[in-house]
């Protein structure tokens, strides 16, 4: 039995909470069980610290307590980091040096365990706190007085559902957004969150007083960071990338189609699209002055990267605390893979986009079972499937987090209430899917084309090729992130080295943690990434087209926040001993270097790599646009311009989008230049060198015609024009 006077856990609590200055020790405390260089308070409790965190999920440390930490030098976590630094610069640099980049990482594995044994490289940062038992308002699920709201509410969404959809006498139109049935839409989901939500008690007021000087620096560093991200998400917009592609051409059309009455819910060109770009490209291209252009598209699309952002940090200090938050902030950020989905002017960020709030909401709720949590999480879940066809896999995501919060201990006794809010969140989603789940009950076909044409191999080894996929998709944040030049450099790992080398160090802490702790959060971390991977490795039927960074830009949420507990964890490893909540000397220099590395190389990764691979996979629509405004500039008329179209070459309504012209397609097909003998002079051909048969054409046609030839800026992209005045 202990000594009366030795420290109880009540008496580490009140330490924790700075009720009491230190814990005191009995006097006769043996030798062994203390060394000479543990002689502080803080170094004397280490032992307790970690004992007792070790024995309970209920503790959680307060968000700006350093962690106890040796104060001998760390030595072998910095040797584990320089390990797997040089393992995955040869992953990056070389594909034919495999084995040895394995051996270093082997050898930063077996250094990682030493240090974690030697107690220096801990994640001692993830949230435990207390279950949060529920009163009878939150078991019994909507209050009796609040079943009259939940009532009209759900008058209006059966009010909803049968406007989004064509119906017998009325004048309800299929697939169009209409003010009654927005009304109808919007005022179901206000009266039933109203019906849901909880009233949240009084906040206290905030504390002041030796507080104020430590936040000021806090938020001068979220203001650096910013200013560091916004640099690297909106530099070059207009250039890089430079050119568009068909399905910019799809996107603008879809957009220019809006501006005559064509409200849709669901875009049907080109397999099929969600809504929610179109409208903002819309919006951008009003508030901006930018049109129906390229342009337009990359601004909304960078935008909605920047948008991400806030819920990225919200995310990490949700799983851990607030540095966290910050290093993943600034690590996804400023990363290339992120970056370059938020260029192209495409869909693509918005899977990161909705995937972040979902689990901030979600991950949270869980850990304070607060109801509204779970409503603003059902909300973000149903907004997401407006935006990006990949987050379709969302829902999966969340049973799975609450399948393993079930599976758990730390759900013990609040079973019943964590189902109970799953149904709520998958209603409240529901009812913000209604619009679209309208049109996917009267064209399942139509929506559900481009998923299902990805999932069956022609062979029918469909299994062989999805575990392919599996692997290749595991592979992308370290080794190869595909081929697809549109959304990647080719042939390169996802992550630079800095975030490479710690996202593989923080999966292996996860793992270690997990089996000393058995936390739930720990193992859905792990698990949440191939799970967001699906949309890119169940392209079964395409498998060329896995790993595909686009359609896997959900995992790099979570990829991100693994990424910065890796690096949270190896500063608090070099934390002094003796200084608490400061970082020493050491700390601050390999912060340093570590994050202006990964900023060069990001910075190389998109605006030189990244920018000149675009140039040379993009069709120069841009310079044929050109020549299409000074044709008008000279004549005051287009309608005698024509680009003969020719396999593989640009698409020939692009020009028209350069030349402000985005209704209009350029192409005359070979067969159809007969029908230009009818037009008045002058007229302009623009055609492929390498379309001989079609040049003879016009040449036999048009004797006078002059053919020069445009030399493009890029090598490779000439282009002839045949003139006839």
């Given at each position: 039995?202990?000594?009366?006077?030795?420290?109880?856990?009540?008496?580490?609590?009140?330490?924790?909470?700075?009720?009491?200055?230190?814990?005191?020790?009995?006097?006769?405390?043996?030798?062994?069980?203390?060394?000479?260089?543990?002689?502080?308070?803080?170094?004397?409790?280490?032992?307790?610290?970690?004992?007792?965190?070790?024995?309970?999920?209920?503790?959680?440390?307060?968000?700006?307590?350093?962690?106890t930490?040796?104060?001998?030098?760390?030595?072998?976590?910095?040797?584990?980091?320089?390990?797997?630094?040089?393992?995955?610069?040869?992953?990056?640099?070389?594909?034919?040096?495999?084995?040895?980049?394995?051996?270093?990482?082997?050898?930063?594995?077996?250094?990682?365990?030493?240090?974690?044994?030697k107690g220096?490289?801990?994640?001692?940062?993830?949230?435990?706190?207390?279950?949060?038992?529920?009163?009878?308002?939150?078991?019994?699920?909507?209050?009796?007085?609040?079943?009259?709201?939940?009532?009209?509410?759900?008058?209006f969404?059966?009010?909803?559902?049968?406007?989004?959809?064509?119906?017998?006498?009325t004048?309800?139109?299929?697939?169009?957004?209409?003010?009654?049935?927005?009304?109808f839409?919007?005022?179901?989901?206000?009266?039933?969150?109203?019906?849901?939500?909880?009233?949240?008690?009084?906040?206290?007021?905030?504390?002041?007083?030796?507080?104020?000087?430590?936040?000021?620096?806090?938020?001068?560093?979220?203001?650096?960071?910013?200013?560091?991200?916004?640099?690297?998400?909106?530099?070059?917009?207009?250039?890089?990338?430079?050119?568009p592609?068909?399905?910019?051409?799809?996107?603008?059309l879809?957009v220019?189609?809006?501006?005559?009455?064509?409200?849709?819910?669901?875009?049907?060109?080109?397999?099929?699209?969600?809504?929610?770009?179109?409208?903002?490209?819309?919006?951008?291209?009003?508030?901006?002055?930018?049109?129906?252009?390229?342009?337009?598209?990359?601004?909304?699309?960078?935008?909605?990267?920047?948008?991400?952002?806030?819920?990225?940090?919200?995310?990490?200090?949700?799983?851990?605390?607030?540095?966290?938050?910050?290093?993943?902030?600034?690590?996804?950020?400023?990363?290339?893979w992120?970056?370059?989905?938020?260029r192209?002017?495409?869909?693509?960020?918005?899977?990161?986009?909705?995937?972040?709030?979902?689990?901030?909401?979600?991950?949270?709720?869980i850990?304070?079972?607060?109801?509204?949590?779970?409503?603003?999480?059902?909300?973000?879940?149903?907004?997401?499937?407006?935006?990006?066809?990949?987050?379709?896999?969302?829902?999966?995501?969340?049973?799975?987090?609450?399948?393993?919060?079930?599976?758990?201990?730390?759900?013990?006794?609040?079973?019943?209430?964590?189902?109970?809010?799953?149904?709520?969140?998958?209603?409240?989603?529901?009812?913000?899917?209604?619009?679209?789940?309208?049109?996917?009950?009267?064209?399942?076909?139509?929506?559900?084309?481009?998923?299902?044409?990805?999932?069956?191999?022609?062979?029918?080894?469909?299994?062989?090729?999805?575990?392919?996929?599996?692997?290749?998709?595991?592979?992308?944040?370290?080794?190869?992130?595909?081929?697809?030049?549109?959304?990647?450099?080719?042939?390169?790992?996802?992550?630079?080295?800095?975030?490479?080398?710690?996202?593989?160090?923080?999966?292996?802490?996860?793992?270690?943690?997990?089996?000393?702790?058995?936390?739930?959060?720990?193992?859905?971390?792990?698990?949440?990434?191939?799970?967001?991977?699906?949309?890119?490795?169940?392209?079964?039927?395409?498998?060329?087209?896995?790993?595909?960074?686009?359609?896997?830009?959900?995992?790099?949420?979570?990829?991100?926040?693994?990424?910065?507990?890796?690096?949270?964890?190896?500063?608090?490893?070099?934390?002094?001993?003796?200084?608490?909540?400061?970082?020493?000397?050491?700390?601050?220099?390999?912060?340093?270097?570590?994050?202006?590395?990964?900023?060069?190389?990001?910075?190389?990764?998109?605006?030189?790599?990244?920018?000149?691979?675009?140039?040379?996979?993009?069709?120069?629509?841009?310079?044929?646009?050109?020549?299409?405004?000074?044709?008008?500039?000279?004549?005051?008329?287009?309608?005698?311009v024509?680009?003969v179209?020719?396999?593989?070459?640009?698409?020939?309504r692009?020009?028209?989008?350069?030349?402000?012209?985005?209704?209009?397609?350029?192409?005359?097909?070979?067969?159809?230049?007969?029908?230009?003998?009818?037009?008045?002079?002058?007229?302009?051909?623009?055609?492929?060198?390498?379309?001989?048969?079609?040049?003879?054409?016009?040449?036999?046609?048009?004797?006078?015609?002059?053919?020069?030839?445009?030399h493009?800026?890029?090598?490779?992209?000439?282009?002839?024009?045949?003139?006839?005045?």
């Open positions: 039995m202990p000594e009366l006077n030795e420290p109880s856990i009540l008496d580490y609590l009140k330490y924790k909470l700075g009720m009491i200055d230190s814990l005191e020790f009995p006097d006769d405390t043996p030798e062994n069980e203390f060394s000479a260089e543990t002689t502080s308070p803080i170094d004397r409790t280490s032992d307790l610290s970690r004992n007792f965190r070790e024995a309970s999920f209920q503790g959680n440390p307060a968000e700006d307590d350093e962690e930490v040796p104060s001998r030098f760390p030595w072998r976590s910095l040797l584990a980091l320089l390990n797997a630094l040089i393992g995955q610069s040869i992953f990056d640099l070389s594909r034919n040096s495999t084995p040895i980049g394995i051996f270093f990482y082997l050898i930063a594995f077996a250094l990682l365990i030493f240090a974690q044994r220096e490289w801990n994640i001692n940062s993830l949230r435990y706190e207390k279950i949060h038992f529920p009163n009878e308002e939150e078991q019994s699920g909507i209050p009796v007085n609040k079943l009259a709201l939940f009532s009209i509410g759900f008058f969404a059966i009010a909803a559902f049968i406007s989004f959809g064509s119906f017998p006498l004048d309800f139109v299929d697939n169009q957004f209409t003010l009654l049935n927005i009304s839409w919007l005022l179901a989901l206000f009266f039933i969150v109203r019906a849901f939500w909880q009233k949240s008690p009084p906040l206290a007021p905030p504390a002041s007083g030796g507080r104020t000087r430590t936040l000021s620096s806090w938020t001068l560093l979220i203001l650096a960071a910013s200013a560091i991200i916004i640099f690297f998400r909106l530099y070059q917009t207009g250039t890089v990338p430079a050119e592609f068909s399905d910019h051409a799809e996107k603008i879809d220019y189609e809006i501006t005559l009455g064509k409200a849709l819910i669901f875009f049907p060109r080109n397999t099929g699209r969600e809504a929610l770009q179109m409208y903002w490209t819309l919006f951008v291209a009003k508030v901006f002055g930018t049109g129906f252009s390229y342009l337009s598209l990359k601004i909304g699309t960078a935008l909605l990267g920047l948008l991400t952002l806030p819920y990225i940090y919200l995310l990490g200090k949700e799983v851990a605390n607030k540095r966290v938050g910050l290093l993943a902030f600034f690590m996804f950020g400023i990363a290339y992120p970056n370059v989905i938020s192209v002017g495409l869909r693509f960020p918005l899977y990161p986009l909705f995937v972040a709030p979902t689990l901030f909401y979600l991950l949270r709720g850990r304070r079972q607060n109801r509204n949590d779970f409503i603003l999480a059902g909300i973000f879940l149903g907004l997401g499937s407006h935006g990006y066809s990949p987050f379709r896999i969302m829902p999966f995501v969340v049973i799975a987090a609450l399948g393993l919060y079930l599976l758990h201990k730390q759900s013990q006794g609040i079973r019943k209430q964590a189902i109970n809010h799953l149904v709520i969140l998958a209603f409240i989603s529901l009812i913000v899917f209604l619009p679209l789940g309208r049109y996917a009950l009267s064209n399942p076909e139509g929506f559900s084309y481009r998923a299902f044409s990805r999932l069956g191999a022609e062979d029918g080894n469909s299994l062989s090729v999805f575990a392919s996929n599996f692997v290749d998709g595991l592979e992308m944040f370290n080794w190869d992130n595909g081929g697809i030049w549109v959304h990647s450099v080719a042939g390169r790992p996802a992550l630079d080295v800095v975030s490479g080398a710690l996202f593989l160090i923080g999966i292996l802490l996860l793992i270690l943690r997990y089996a000393r702790t058995r936390h739930w959060l720990d193992l859905f971390l792990l698990l949440s990434i191939p799970l967001l991977q699906l949309p890119s490795t169940l392209s079964v039927a395409f498998p060329e087209e896995n790993p595909a960074l686009n359609r896997a830009g959900g995992a790099a949420v979570v990829v991100f926040v693994i990424v910065a507990i890796a690096f949270d964890s190896l500063l608090a490893s070099l934390r002094s001993g003796t200084k608490r909540n400061s970082l020493s000397k050491l700390g601050w220099a390999v912060t340093g270097i570590l994050l202006i590395f990964s900023m060069g190389q990001n910075y190389d990764l998109v605006f030189d790599k990244y920018a000149t691979q675009f140039k040379l996979g993009a069709w120069n629509s841009s310079e044929m646009g050109q020549i299409i405004q000074e044709f008008d500039g000279m004549y005051g008329r287009t309608d005698t024509w680009i179209p020719f396999p593989h070459w640009v698409d020939t692009l020009p028209g989008v350069w030349a402000g012209i985005p209704n209009r397609d350029f192409a005359l097909w070979p067969e159809n230049f007969a029908e230009s003998l009818t037009a008045e002079a002058p007229k302009l051909f623009m055609l492929k060198p390498e379309d001989t048969a079609s040049l003879a054409e016009l040449q036999r046609l048009y004797p006078q015609g002059i053919m020069t030839r445009f493009a800026d890029v090598g490779g992209h000439d282009f002839l024009i045949f003139n006839v005045r």
